[in-house]
């Protein structure tokens, strides 16, 4: 691998985690899908030094382009309330997780790192042109080596829009009636409930 | 100075460390969301990083294409479920809603 | 045309014409359908089945060709059903197959033919039922008629078998035809549970003879008798205390005892009364009774080799006649007594099958088909002339015989056949069983000959003989009893006096503890009173009365004594036709072979016959001819006749000799107690203690994983995090493992446990260098030599079969002598102390690498004791330490580094006993700590 190469990998890989803990440590929703954005065109030119060029494009064109947009939308909509103010319960768990996920991260990525693997030669079509990550390459895998799943695919998709405008879509009046009328019901069961074990402690206690 | 499959791997589970500490710790939906989104992507850096190592074939390259799209319809729905959760509870704060628990 | 059509394949139509019947006429009962097509099928089959029956048993006639004696028999092999492999003779096969010689043919054609009858008769006797209910009814019986053609032609007991249980079978069911009423449903079940306790005889029996004979064939079974005899167990003696063929004939006479009703299972023959009136006349009286005499003539010659079982027959026989005899007498119900007579006249059979005259027992099944089946119907027409769906008191009837003139008349001459009035059918058949008794009590021994030799002492034959004139001469009385009763008396009593609050419950008062009358829930169907006016039958029920009446006379015929006072011959067809398939005593059976030297056991059989008619049916003629019944004894179940008997014995014999309460007592109460006992022990312990603390434990279990529930969304990303770490883990590092594949000497192929982009690298000497580079194969092969000896073990066998393994060392160590067993020391040398002989053999490894064993105080052979007091043993050579074998194996140590995909390797070392394959259980130094040893 040239120097080029190492340079780049340095470098993206770099922007890459620093847009990642940029998303996950921003208080402002907004602040993290910019850091999102970052991160996501880190790694496409990281995708670059693997030989993934079209991949490359779709992770530009499908994660910047789509869903950090799609992520910025929600958070104009919602505004304000996109932002959730700090809270102090639940220290201890946070603490417990960040140890957890940073010790699996520390040992698996030292686990890893400076293992090598030898270079296999590249894909190559008729012509004899290496087409490993290409256009060309990567169309025959999916449209010859993986119709179906691209096919399921695409269903998948119809089915998320289709499922997203229900979830998502405003309630009629009588409908919100319904969703209130539930709440209340729910509030009254919980409510009935504690009175009832309240009662049973003070049998116990007396 | 050389860059081996390992530091990719490397990077990969550092980026997946991250995107799961963030869901772990942050009570956001639309943050926790975006983790989501810095946890497949590691995945996909790793699956990449495996295909430059196997070339002779795309399958690493076409099974981070399908967890691209997925992660798209992924979006779609969780970020229609935060609306849809706003509308509730006038707030996008994940430890308050446990109605689902009963 | 008798030769147009195979014989054999019409065998099969005789079985598959009901059987079909039965399939069409459960569908229509199921479906619905026409009564007049459910009428056509279901005696449509059953004729269509005689006249097959009839073609056959003509060509069996042909094949005899003029000679009645002589064998001829018409098979058809089915299919072989399965076989079975019995010691000492190899592979049986058990075929389907269906037979007919003469012996069975004669059978075939009293079920198909009175069967076919009595279908006629029940098509106008079932009319009232609806039409499912009626569709039913001759569902069950055409199964029946198929079943008891399967048991009558089957060639082998297995397939006899079959039918055996299938009509007990339909005998339950239409006994439980009425299965609304608890009564019948009861009687049902009582009937099949008995019947249940004599198939375990059955199965037991027909094993027996499948181990002894090597076969289920009729035909060889009694081909391989003779052999029976001297065969069994012998408990030391020369000759066998029980012999295969008493055990074989003991347990099948058991079953008899249960499909024939004789002491100690009969109890179930007259509650099966409940089942409708043609049930009770095909089933309980013409043919599925009389199956056990049919099976023991059928292997008559195994019978026959047994002396103890024939002798028990015999007087068992005797003792059910005279029993239920005596019970008969005092009934007041014609079906009762018809059962009462019925299992009589099945212990009359039975008891000439004891005596040896199976050929006469056989003949009275025929001539008792008859005129009993005519009685039975002769009930059930009077009980359909008087409107009663249950019964006929007799008390309550008289003056029939101006009313129902066939009936009468057909009812007369059966009554006749049965009390043996000279010339009827039933005179000829009991004369014949009491000739059978009279030559066993009276033998005609050779000069010199003594008891001794017999098969049966004469004390046999006069004690059938007495006790079957007794009941003789009771069965002429209660007949004529019955018949006086219902036919005669110059009214027809019902007209005026029958109330009816006296009918069943009647007699309550003074058994307070009888069964079948008040554990029914009180649920039987309703009696009500008589009609008024009692009108002949319709000409379907009449007409089989008087075939079956006229057979009662004429039957008899075909059993003419052979020889009369005077030297007459008469020609005696029976007794010839059945002698091809039926065995007899030597020569010496009367019937053919009597000569006119010895004519007294015939003067003697006459002579009891006639006076017991003469007795019987006079006494019965003065009491009850011009009898006028006294309405308070009717209401105590009595007459003027039978009360004199006093109350007590009245009761005791009306209550069928309280055989069932004294089963109740013996044997129903204990399995009641262990009944109540399990469900206590199922209440107290499996459902208190088993189940609740199982309930415990899912509930605590629940709980637990209920509390994992949180509904917080950050705990399940946790807990999602540590599987995923766990996972990563596992993918990390190789796993490595190793076992032996396959051992030859000392060379060893190890198999390496598999992983994901594993990579394997052997070095299975252990020596760090080595045998190749990583390579994707998982197993190696690898030739130690004693350079690669890592250690050494003694294998030492145990009595529980695995060997002890023990690790072995430079220095010496004992053996513990628990591992020896008991004994192991040796024998003592001259001049050396006792004690000697305590010190346990010491082993260890020698320089060489041998075993060294120093014997001490034990025995051990395999080797040569050297002059420095131990032997030395090369791996692989057996050594015994008293009896306690021990091998001497080398231990080696295999390693693996196994590599995946990312790089990282790991090593792995596992130890083998050079023994076949077995893991070293310690890990071995062949330094090993020097242990205290005793010298």
Redesign the interface.
């Known amino acids: 691998m040239s120097t080029s190469n190492f340079v780049l990998f340095l470098v993206s890989g770099g922007l890459a985690i620093v847009g990642a803990i940029g998303t996950v440590a921003s208080r402002k929703p907004l602040r993290a899908a910019v850091a999102l954005l970052l991160h996501i065109i880190a790694l496409a030119a990281l995708y670059l030094t693997l030989h993934a060029e079209l991949l490359a494009a779709l992770q530009l064109l499908v994660y910047a382009g789509a869903i950090v947009v799609l992520f910025v939308f929600v958070i104009m909509l919602i505004g304000p309330a996109a932002e959730v103010p700090s809270n102090p319960r639940g220290k201890i768990t946070r603490l417990l997780s960040l140890v957890v996920g940073g010790s699996v991260m520390a040992t698996v990525s030292f686990a890893l790192v400076g293992h090598t693997a030898p270079r296999l030669p590249m894909l190559r079509n008729e012509a004899g042109e290496n087409i490993f990550g290409t256009v060309e390459g990567m169309g025959v895998a999916i449209y010859q080596q993986a119709l179906v799943p691209f096919e399921l695919v695409s269903a998948a998709l119809l089915v998320a829009i289709i499922g997203a405008i229900a979830i998502a879509r405003s309630r009629t009046p009588q409908e919100q009636a319904v969703v209130v009328e539930r709440q209340a019901e729910r509030i009254e069961l919980a409510a009935a409930r504690d009175a009832e074990l309240a009662q049973a402690t003070a049998k116990v206690g007396s | 100075m050389d860059v081996g499959i390992g530091e990719y791997l490397a990077l990969a589970s550092i980026l997946f460390g991250i995107g799961a500490m963030g869901f772990l710790t942050r009570r956001n939906f639309l943050i926790q969301l975006m983790s989501i989104e810095v946890m497949l992507n590691s995945v996909n850096v790793m699956l990449v990083a495996f295909n430059r190592y196997q070339p002779s074939n795309h399958d690493g390259q076409v099974f981070a294409f399908f967890v691209i799209a997925i992660a798209a319809a992924e979006a779609a729905v969780g970020l229609a479920i935060v609306i849809s959760l706003f509308r509730l509870q006038k707030s996008v704060e994940t430890d308050l809603p446990s109605a689902l628990k009963h | 045309m008798l030769d147009s059509f195979p014989a054999d394949r019409a065998l099969l139509l005789i079985v598959l014409f009901p059987l079909v019947g039965a399939i069409a006429l459960g569908l229509a009962s199921r479906l619905g359908a026409n009564r007049s097509a459910v009428r056509f099928v279901a005696v449509g089959s059953v004729f269509a089945s005689f006249v097959t029956a009839l073609f056959c048993f003509a060509k069996l006639y042909v094949m005899k060709d003029g000679d009645l004696g002589g064998e001829a028999v018409i098979s058809r092999q089915l299919w072989e059903w399965f076989h079975v492999t019995v010691p000492g003779f190899g592979q049986t096969s058990v075929d389907v197959r269906f037979s007919m010689d003469s012996l069975s043919g004669l059978m075939t054609l009293v079920v198909t033919g009175i069967g076919g009858l009595i279908h006629l008769y029940a098509l106008s006797y079932m009319e009232e039922e609806d039409d499912a209910g009626y569709a039913r009814f001759f569902t069950y019986l055409n199964l029946f008629t198929a079943s008891m053609l399967i048991l009558v032609l089957a060639s082998n007991l297995v397939v006899m078998f079959v039918g055996w249980e299938g009509v007990g079978l339909c005998s339950y069911l239409l006994i439980g035809y009425k299965y609304q009423y608890t009564k019948y449903a009861k009687a049902g079940k009582k009937a099949f549970i008995a019947n249940r306790v004599g198939d375990l005889g059955v199965i037991i029996g027909m094993f027996t003879l499948l181990a002894a004979t090597g076969s289920f064939e009729f035909a060889e079974i009694n081909a391989a008798a003779p052999g029976l005899k001297n065969m069994g167990f012998t408990f030391g003696g020369e000759t066998p205390f029980f012999s295969f063929a008493t055990i074989a004939c003991g347990f099948l006479f058991l079953g008899c005892t249960g499909k024939s009703a004789q002491i100690p299972l009969y109890v179930w023959l007259p509650d099966a009364m409940a089942g409708p009136t043609p049930v009770s006349a095909l089933i309980h009286a013409a043919t599925m009774v009389t199956s056990g005499i049919y099976l023991c003539c059928r292997l008559s010659p195994v019978f026959l080799q047994s002396t103890t079982v024939m002798a028990t027959i015999a007087i068992i026989g005797s003792v059910t006649a005279l029993v239920a005899a005596t019970i008969a007498v005092v009934q007041k119900e014609m079906k009762k007594i018809l059962a009462y007579s019925t299992v009589s006249q099945l212990g009359f059979m039975f008891a000439a099958v004891g005596v040896g005259a199976f050929t006469a027992g056989f003949f009275h099944v025929f001539t008792h088909a008859f005129f009993k089946a005519c009685l039975f119907l002769g009930a059930g027409s009077v009980m359909h002339a008087i409107g009663s769906h249950t019964d006929a008191n007799i008390f309550k009837l008289g003056g029939l015989r101006h009313k129902l003139k066939t009936t009468h008349w057909t009812f007369l001459v059966s009554c006749l056949a049965i009390a043996g009035t000279p010339f009827f059918s039933g005179f000829f058949s009991k004369d014949e069983i009491l000739l059978g008794a009279a030559s066993v009590a009276l033998p005609h021994l050779t000069e010199g000959q003594t008891t001794e030799g017999l098969l049966l002492q004469p004390w046999t034959g006069w004690f059938v003989l007495i006790t079957l004139f007794v009941a003789a001469t009771m069965t002429a009385f209660y007949m004529f009893r019955m018949y006086f009763l219902a036919f005669w008396g110059e009214e027809y009593r019902s007209a005026h006096g029958g109330d009816h609050h006296d009918q069943e419950h009647g007699h309550t008062h003074n058994d307070g503890h009888h069964d079948d009358h008040h554990d029914n829930g009180g649920y039987e169907p309703a009696e009500h009173a008589y009609a008024a006016k009692p009108h002949e039958s319709p000409v379907l029920m009449t007409f089989p009365l008087q075939v079956l009446g006229v057979g009662a006379v004429i039957v008899g015929f075909l059993g003419l004594p052979h020889l009369l006072p005077g030297g007459i011959h008469l020609p005696n067809l029976w007794g010839e036709w059945m002698s091809a398939s039926i065995a007899s005593i030597g020569d010496s059976f009367p019937a053919l072979h009597a000569s006119e030297e010895h004519m007294s056991p015939i003067y003697v059989a006459m002579t009891f016959g006639l006076l017991a008619w003469a007795i019987g049916v006079g006494a019965a003629y003065q009491a009850y001819a011009n009898a006028t019944i006294d309405e308070d004894l009717a209401a105590k179940n009595m007459d003027h006749i039978t009360a004199k008997l006093g109350a007590p014995v009245h009761t005791f014999l009306f209550d069928k000799w309280r055989v069932d309460e004294a089963y109740d007592f013996a044997i129903l109460k204990p399995i009641r107690g262990l009944a109540q006992l399990s469900a206590n022990i199922d209440q107290s312990f499996v459902d208190t203690l088993l189940t609740r603390f199982t309930a415990w434990g899912a509930r605590g279990v629940g709980w637990v994983f209920t509390r994992l ?7 399940y ?2 807990v999602f ?2 599987g ?2 766990a996972l ?2 596992w993918f ?2 190789p796993h490595p493992s190793l076992e032996v594949r396959s051992q030859e000497g000392a060379r060893v192929t190890v198999e390496a446990g598999t992983g994901l982009g594993y990579e394997y690298q052997f070095d299975m000497d252990s020596d760090g260098q080595p045998e190749g580079e990583f390579g994707s194969a998982n197993t190696q092969s690898f030739a130690y030599d004693a350079d690669d000896h890592v250690g050494f073990v003694m294998n030492i066998g145990t009595l529980r079969g695995d060997p002890e393994q023990i690790p072995l060392f430079r220095s010496e160590q004992q053996i513990d002598t628990d591992l020896l067993g008991v004994s192991w020391q040796r024998e003592l040398a001259e001049g050396e102390d006792e004690s000697a002989l305590n010190v346990p053999p010491v082993v260890w490894v020698t320089q060489e690498s041998k075993l060294a064993i120093r014997p001490n105080g034990a025995l051990v052979r395999g080797g040569q004791l050297g002059d420095d007091g131990y032997m030395t043993f090369a791996p692989g050579d057996v050594a015994r330490i008293g009896r306690v074998p021990v091998q001497f194996h080398p231990v080696v140590r295999a390693t693996v580094e196994v590599r995946n995909a ?3 390797t790991r090593k792995y070392s596992e130890e083998f006993v050079l023994d076949g394959g077995s893991r070293a259980t310690a890990r071995l130094q062949l330094t090993g700590a020097p242990q205290e040893v005793a010298r």
């Open positions: 529930q949180t509904g917080v969304v950050h705990f990303g946790f995090i540590l995923a770490a990563s883990w990390l590092y990312f790089g990282h």
